[in-house]
């Protein structure tokens, strides 16, 4: 296996050649925001906009899912510029969320609350319009609840029950801002070809995907908490 | 399974006999089935998921994600209020209100007694006659709110018509 | 290719073309009378069906032999419908705005009689004695048409028109040239990508031509989804051959077999037309297996889109030829290596592959001795808005914007005053007065904070408000996002709200700064083309009008009298005519009535602020207004 060796940060590092810049980082400990990112999946989604770095040599800053490291690469994840956007699309990402920490099943391991405090950001950012969806919560499954409004995207549920496990129950629906993860038909999640397998719910980096038991809410209560 | 939906089944196969199995059929399909039917029912997209081998997820995304294609069974009439530039400008949106306030429905909605759907189209580039609405698929030059009124008389005027010629 | 096959190439189109020019012999010098009435899209809004069956009516009841021909669209579509009528002894006349009636006294009268009604002229299309000819007008001399020159004097579902008017004599000549030839050609014309961006045409060619992986694919890209925007369906409706020649010229040009055509749903006439223009091409073999007997291979299949704007991103589009929603991938790499299924994909825009037989047909030096240092040739714009000359115009690159707008043009309607010009739809910028003498090419546009776009050109009065503008295009791109990366997503929906607010009065001044702010991190963060651009109508009115920003938010008060919630319709007691109820009648919402004094008021509770009384009261007392801010309505006694 050829390999490059560029600088993250100031520190010396060696990648695969054609690895890209995100998991040439994280795998040297280093970390970068994303929610977004699949290290087997084909193609970088590059939806989430949290993983931006700036490379010595390029005049605006890159999504580190999609740039390929090569030799002599010189990336700073904390420039000032990658920072700015970062910052931003979080912002407007928690700004369409319902932030609830105190309330939600997924504190403590959701990656909302470390990029947030990665960016310096505040998650009851003052800076945008709340805009929230209103979505109802769907508690139909034996095994976890799907509260799409706590929903950010990522998409890693959806690839992991199509791609991985070949199974095709989650999928996109809607465009632009209705854009949503739901079921065929966006039937409850019992009613749909789900295997209950929960692997939807390991990946989801938010509380939108949460197990049932691991936090004891019975169905019907507690809406968008 | 009630009697109409295994009508909408033979439809949909009757149709896809003349399709190869390629997924790039997908958009392609669903406009026929659309053509035929008015709009893609559940068992047709479950017979052309079958069809292409794929999860029904994925035809649902497809059909949720383009303006084209609705869920729902359409009207007798359609009017499409074109929102393109020159028409926003000239008062496509007062336009758009308008048919509004007289058919009581919003846009991508259907009046109760199924003879009018209202929604909007992006633009069908006969900026020159803005304010544009397409009615049954034939676009209409300088449609005002009185031109509204007008159109629905002539519809309200023709059902009569025909009423009467029926009985 | 062998010398043989060239040989039997040249002698079978000649075949061809000898029949085809016969055919159009017939039409136009057989001593009959012909009339030809455009019927694209715009002449049919505005009424051609009905003159085509007026006329035909007439023609029978007169038993007079006299083809009546439907043609596309001639660019003036401010005059819709036309009608060209050709009668030996007089030059060809066009004429402007008929309907039944004039149709029908066209025929009695011109065709029957020899009265050419010339009350109902437009212009004629040759220099003559009788009338004024087309030429003649101001806007010729700023006019060169190279694409447009066909459409609106051909039958576009007659393949025999296109070849007698020098229609796959192109293709020919470039079946016997190497492809590297003609890509060099193509290269050496400096003709830039149609769609917008202005990619060097040449360099994509070689680009795609170069990469390895097999079949490869040409896609034209006809989803054009930019509001405001009508050329590439006018030349669809109009002249498809040109287009299908091209793409054939492209397709050996890089060595592919296969080509779509991705033309947009809501474009229903194209469609058609693009389908029968198919099936002659394939019937006649310029099209299909062994085109013309040579060993070049190469058929065309039509897609239609399915309404997603978003699909006029090239990535996008791929992905719903493939049966995918129309959501963008991220690029490099790029379609031209790495594009329909995986492989090489050259992707073109419906102008762009039209200019593609002129150039092969009169050479690069021809094509780039038109235009300025870095755009070639020609530009093709759709008026619309407020000017006076709506419909198409084609001008050399290095144009003004002044030139196009008030000479081509003829400048505003109603007298009113020339506000700014939108140009490249959402994804272009509102220019004012200030840039007119801008010449129009790539560059220059996207300097000043528009673009060049696929060539929209909507122009703006004193009545059109810049915030409302803006907030138009955002609620279109937000409406149209494919909703997976954030910046578009929740950006463009953030900005939206805020310009919702002040549309509505209730900005705060602060919103300002947080709107450009927020614009330029989506224009650098997205994704994809769309969310890039998003942000340009907002950043070019805030560049150029930010004085209406601020009277929305400080005074609550819309200048141009536009947005609903900051105006109020008035009636000026003094003006309303005591006899004269034709506000009243006109009111949709039955919010005017009159007073003891037979004076008419508008019950600003139930007003919709429709408009309906403004154009209602006759001129002679002019008495209904608007009011901004909504406050200044005098309270009623």
């Given at each position: 296996m050829k390999t490059v060796s560029l600088t993250i940060d100031g520190k010396k590092i060696r990648a695969r050649e054609g690895e890209k810049v995100l998991w040439a980082a994280l795998d040297n400990g280093i970390y970068i925001p994303n929610l977004c990112a699949l290290h087997d999946a084909l193609e970088p989604f590059a939806a989430c906009r949290l993983c931006f770095v700036e490379v010595e040599g390029k005049k605006q800053p890159v999504t580190a899912c999609t740039e390929a490291v090569e030799q002599g690469m010189v990336v700073n994840t904390r420039g000032p510029g990658a920072l700015r956007l970062a910052r931003t699309a979080f912002e407007l990402l928690v700004a369409s969320l319902p932030v609830d920490c105190a309330h939600c099943p997924s504190s403590g391991s959701c990656e909302l609350q470390k990029i947030a405090a990665h960016l310096s950001i505040k998650l009851k950012t003052k800076r945008f319009r709340k805009l929230l969806r209103e979505l109802p919560i769907d508690y139909s499954s034996p095994l976890f609840i799907y509260d799409p409004n706590k929903c950010v995207l990522c998409g890693r549920c959806v690839w992991i029950c199509r791609e991985r496990l070949g199974i095709g129950t989650l999928g996109f629906a809607h465009r632009g801002f209705d854009r949503l993860v739901t079921t065929f038909g966006s039937e409850p999640i019992s009613e749909s070809k789900c295997l209950d397998c929960g692997e939807c719910v390991v990946a989801c980096p938010t509380g939108a995907l949460a197990f049932k038991d691991r936090q004891g809410i019975k169905s019907g209560l507690g809406k968008g908490g | 399974m009630t009697k109409e939906q295994a009508e909408v089944k033979q439809q949909t196969k009757r149709i896809l006999n003349r399709f190869g199995r390629k997924r790039g059929n997908l958009v392609p399909i669903l406009q026929k089935v659309q053509g035929k039917l008015g709009y893609l029912p559940r068992e047709a997209m479950l017979e052309i998921a079958e069809f292409l081998g794929i999860p029904a997820i994925d035809v649902y995304s497809v059909v949720t994600f383009y303006n084209q294609f609705r869920l729902n069974p359409p009207g007798k009439h359609s009017i499409r209020v074109c929102l393109g530039t020159a028409c926003h400008m000239k008062g496509g949106y007062i336009t758009l209100d308008a048919w509004k306030r007289r058919l009581c429905i919003d846009r991508g909605q259907t009046t109760p007694d199924r003879e009018f759907d209202l929604d909007i189209v992006a633009c069908v580039g006969c900026c020159v006659m803005a304010p544009v609405s397409v009615v049954d698929d034939k676009p209409q030059g300088k449609v005002e709110p009185t031109k509204v009124d007008g159109i629905l008389l002539s519809f309200k005027l023709k059902k009569e018509k025909q009423g009467k010629e029926s009985q | 290719m062998k010398t043989t096959g060239l040989q039997s190439v040249v002698s079978t189109f000649r075949e061809i073309k000898s029949r085809a020019e016969s055919q159009w012999q017939e039409l136009c010098n057989s001593g009959k009378p012909v009339v030809m009435v455009g019927a694209a899209t715009c002449g049919r809004a505005a009424g051609a069906l009905g003159v085509i069956r007026a006329i035909k009516d007439e023609v029978k009841k007169h038993k007079l032999d006299c083809p009546v021909v439907e043609v596309g669209c001639m660019g003036h579509c401010y005059a819709e419908p036309i009608v060209i009528i050709s009668k030996p002894g007089y030059p060809p006349i066009c004429y402007g705005h008929v309907n039944k009636v004039i149709a029908e006294r066209l025929i009695r009268?011109?065709?029957?009689?020899?009265?050419?009604?010339?009350?109902?002229?437009?212009?004629?299309?040759e220099a003559n004695e009788l009338v004024p000819s087309l030429s003649d007008f101001p806007r010729a001399r700023f006019e060169k048409k190279i694409i447009l020159k066909n459409c609106g004097h051909i039958d576009p579902e007659q393949i025999e028109h296109y070849l007698a008017n020098g229609g796959y004599t192109a293709l020919v000549k470039a079946l016997q040239m190497p492809p590297e030839v003609i890509i060099n050609e193509v290269g050496r014309s400096g003709l830039r990508g149609r769609g917008g961006a202005g990619f060097p045409t040449g360099q994509k060619w070689e680009i795609c031509r170069n990469a390895p992986g097999r079949p490869k694919y040409v896609i034209c890209n006809g989803d054009e989804g930019d509001p405001g925007a009508f050329m590439d369906r006018a030349i669809l409706e109009s002249d498809p051959h040109s287009v299908i020649e091209g793409m054939i010229i492209a397709g050996y040009a890089i060595g592919a077999r296969y080509g779509y055509i991705y033309v947009r749903a809501e474009y229903p006439l194209a469609v058609h037309r693009v389908r029968i223009a198919l099936r002659q091409a394939r019937k006649l073999n310029l099209l299909g297996k062994n085109i013309l007997g040579s060993d070049f291979s190469f058929d065309i299949r039509l897609f239609q889109g399915s309404g997603a704007f978003v699909c006029g991103e090239e990535t996008a589009l791929i992905a719903s030829l493939e049966g995918e929603p129309g959501i963008p991938h991220h690029r490099p790499p790029y379609p031209a290596t790495d594009g329909l299924y995986g492989k090489p994909t050259l992707i073109n825009n419906v102008k762009t592959l039209a200019y593609i037989r002129h150039i092969i047909d009169n050479g690069a030096e021809w094509f780039a001795s038109t235009g300025t240092e870095e755009s070639k040739g020609t530009a093709v714009f759709a008026l619309a808005g407020k000017i006076v000359n709506t419909g198409l115009v084609e001008v050399p690159m290095g144009t003004t914007l002044r030139q196009v707008i008030f000479d081509v043009g003829s400048g505003m309607q109603n007298g009113k005053r020339f506000k700014a010009v939108q140009i490249g739809g959402p994804s272009g910028g509102c220019l004012p007065e200030s840039a007119l003498d801008l010449p129009i090419d790539f560059d220059s546009l996207t300097d000043a904070g528009a673009m060049m776009g696929s060539g929209g050109m909507i122009v703006l009065d004193e009545d059109d408000c810049m915030v409302e503008i803006a907030r138009y295009f955002l609620e279109f791109t937000q409406r149209e996002s494919c909703g997976q990366c954030t910046f578009c997503r929740l950006g463009t929906k953030q900005m939206l709200e805020v310009l919702d607010e002040i549309t509505k009065g209730q900005g705060r001044i602060e919103d300002i700064d947080m709107l450009s702010r927020l614009a330029e991190d989506i224009k650098a963060g997205s994704l994809c083309g769309l969310g890039k651009t998003a942000p340009n109508p907002v950043l070019s009115t805030l560049r150029h009008f930010r004085d209406e920003y601020e009277a929305h938010i400080k005074e609550g008060r819309c200048p141009a009298l536009m947005c609903r919630d900051l105006i109020a319709y008035y009636i000026i007691p003094e003006k309303c005519e005591r006899s004269c109820d034709a506000c009243v009648g006109s009111c949709t919402t039955e919010a005017i009535s009159a007073n003891k004094k037979r004076i008419k008021v508008i019950d600003q509770e139930k007003c919709v602020k429709c408009g309906t009384c403004l154009s209602a009261c006759p001129p002679q007392y002019n008495a209904v207004v608007r009011l901004s801010p909504p406050s200044e309505v005098p309270a009623s006694k």
């Amino acid at each position: 296996m050829k390999t490059v060796s560029l600088t993250i940060d100031g520190k010396k590092i060696r990648a695969r050649e054609g690895e890209k810049v995100l998991w040439a980082a994280l795998d040297n400990g280093i970390y970068i925001p994303n929610l977004c990112a699949l290290h087997d999946a084909l193609e970088p989604f590059a939806a989430c906009r949290l993983c931006f770095v700036e490379v010595e040599g390029k005049k605006q800053p890159v999504t580190a899912c999609t740039e390929a490291v090569e030799q002599g690469m010189v990336v700073n994840t904390r420039g000032p510029g990658a920072l700015r956007l970062a910052r931003t699309a979080f912002e407007l990402l928690v700004a369409s969320l319902p932030v609830d920490c105190a309330h939600c099943p997924s504190s403590g391991s959701c990656e909302l609350q470390k990029i947030a405090a990665h960016l310096s950001i505040k998650l009851k950012t003052k800076r945008f319009r709340k805009l929230l969806r209103e979505l109802p919560i769907d508690y139909s499954s034996p095994l976890f609840i799907y509260d799409p409004n706590k929903c950010v995207l990522c998409g890693r549920c959806v690839w992991i029950c199509r791609e991985r496990l070949g199974i095709g129950t989650l999928g996109f629906a809607h465009r632009g801002f209705d854009r949503l993860v739901t079921t065929f038909g966006s039937e409850p999640i019992s009613e749909s070809k789900c295997l209950d397998c929960g692997e939807c719910v390991v990946a989801c980096p938010t509380g939108a995907l949460a197990f049932k038991d691991r936090q004891g809410i019975k169905s019907g209560l507690g809406k968008g908490g | 399974m009630t009697k109409e939906q295994a009508e909408v089944k033979q439809q949909t196969k009757r149709i896809l006999n003349r399709f190869g199995r390629k997924r790039g059929n997908l958009v392609p399909i669903l406009q026929k089935v659309q053509g035929k039917l008015g709009y893609l029912p559940r068992e047709a997209m479950l017979e052309i998921a079958e069809f292409l081998g794929i999860p029904a997820i994925d035809v649902y995304s497809v059909v949720t994600f383009y303006n084209q294609f609705r869920l729902n069974p359409p009207g007798k009439h359609s009017i499409r209020v074109c929102l393109g530039t020159a028409c926003h400008m000239k008062g496509g949106y007062i336009t758009l209100d308008a048919w509004k306030r007289r058919l009581c429905i919003d846009r991508g909605q259907t009046t109760p007694d199924r003879e009018f759907d209202l929604d909007i189209v992006a633009c069908v580039g006969c900026c020159v006659m803005a304010p544009v609405s397409v009615v049954d698929d034939k676009p209409q030059g300088k449609v005002e709110p009185t031109k509204v009124d007008g159109i629905l008389l002539s519809f309200k005027l023709k059902k009569e018509k025909q009423g009467k010629e029926s009985q | 290719m062998k010398t043989t096959g060239l040989q039997s190439v040249v002698s079978t189109f000649r075949e061809i073309k000898s029949r085809a020019e016969s055919q159009w012999q017939e039409l136009c010098n057989s001593g009959k009378p012909v009339v030809m009435v455009g019927a694209a899209t715009c002449g049919r809004a505005a009424g051609a069906l009905g003159v085509i069956r007026a006329i035909k009516d007439e023609v029978k009841k007169h038993k007079l032999d006299c083809p009546v021909v439907e043609v596309g669209c001639m660019g003036h579509c401010y005059a819709e419908p036309i009608v060209i009528i050709s009668k030996p002894g007089y030059p060809p006349i066009c004429y402007g705005h008929v309907n039944k009636v004039i149709a029908e006294r066209l025929i009695r009268e011109f065709i029957l009689g020899d009265d050419p009604c010339l009350e109902f002229v437009l212009g004629a299309l040759e220099a003559n004695e009788l009338v004024p000819s087309l030429s003649d007008f101001p806007r010729a001399r700023f006019e060169k048409k190279i694409i447009l020159k066909n459409c609106g004097h051909i039958d576009p579902e007659q393949i025999e028109h296109y070849l007698a008017n020098g229609g796959y004599t192109a293709l020919v000549k470039a079946l016997q040239m190497p492809p590297e030839v003609i890509i060099n050609e193509v290269g050496r014309s400096g003709l830039r990508g149609r769609g917008g961006a202005g990619f060097p045409t040449g360099q994509k060619w070689e680009i795609c031509r170069n990469a390895p992986g097999r079949p490869k694919y040409v896609i034209c890209n006809g989803d054009e989804g930019d509001p405001g925007a009508f050329m590439d369906r006018a030349i669809l409706e109009s002249d498809p051959h040109s287009v299908i020649e091209g793409m054939i010229i492209a397709g050996y040009a890089i060595g592919a077999r296969y080509g779509y055509i991705y033309v947009r749903a809501e474009y229903p006439l194209a469609v058609h037309r693009v389908r029968i223009a198919l099936r002659q091409a394939r019937k006649l073999n310029l099209l299909g297996k062994n085109i013309l007997g040579s060993d070049f291979s190469f058929d065309i299949r039509l897609f239609q889109g399915s309404g997603a704007f978003v699909c006029g991103e090239e990535t996008a589009l791929i992905a719903s030829l493939e049966g995918e929603p129309g959501i963008p991938h991220h690029r490099p790499p790029y379609p031209a290596t790495d594009g329909l299924y995986g492989k090489p994909t050259l992707i073109n825009n419906v102008k762009t592959l039209a200019y593609i037989r002129h150039i092969i047909d009169n050479g690069a030096e021809w094509f780039a001795s038109t235009g300025t240092e870095e755009s070639k040739g020609t530009a093709v714009f759709a008026l619309a808005g407020k000017i006076v000359n709506t419909g198409l115009v084609e001008v050399p690159m290095g144009t003004t914007l002044r030139q196009v707008i008030f000479d081509v043009g003829s400048g505003m309607q109603n007298g009113k005053r020339f506000k700014a010009v939108q140009i490249g739809g959402p994804s272009g910028g509102c220019l004012p007065e200030s840039a007119l003498d801008l010449p129009i090419d790539f560059d220059s546009l996207t300097d000043a904070g528009a673009m060049m776009g696929s060539g929209g050109m909507i122009v703006l009065d004193e009545d059109d408000c810049m915030v409302e503008i803006a907030r138009y295009f955002l609620e279109f791109t937000q409406r149209e996002s494919c909703g997976q990366c954030t910046f578009c997503r929740l950006g463009t929906k953030q900005m939206l709200e805020v310009l919702d607010e002040i549309t509505k009065g209730q900005g705060r001044i602060e919103d300002i700064d947080m709107l450009s702010r927020l614009a330029e991190d989506i224009k650098a963060g997205s994704l994809c083309g769309l969310g890039k651009t998003a942000p340009n109508p907002v950043l070019s009115t805030l560049r150029h009008f930010r004085d209406e920003y601020e009277a929305h938010i400080k005074e609550g008060r819309c200048p141009a009298l536009m947005c609903r919630d900051l105006i109020a319709y008035y009636i000026i007691p003094e003006k309303c005519e005591r006899s004269c109820d034709a506000c009243v009648g006109s009111c949709t919402t039955e919010a005017i009535s009159a007073n003891k004094k037979r004076i008419k008021v508008i019950d600003q509770e139930k007003c919709v602020k429709c408009g309906t009384c403004l154009s209602a009261c006759p001129p002679q007392y002019n008495a209904v207004v608007r009011l901004s801010p909504p406050s200044e309505v005098p309270a009623s006694k």
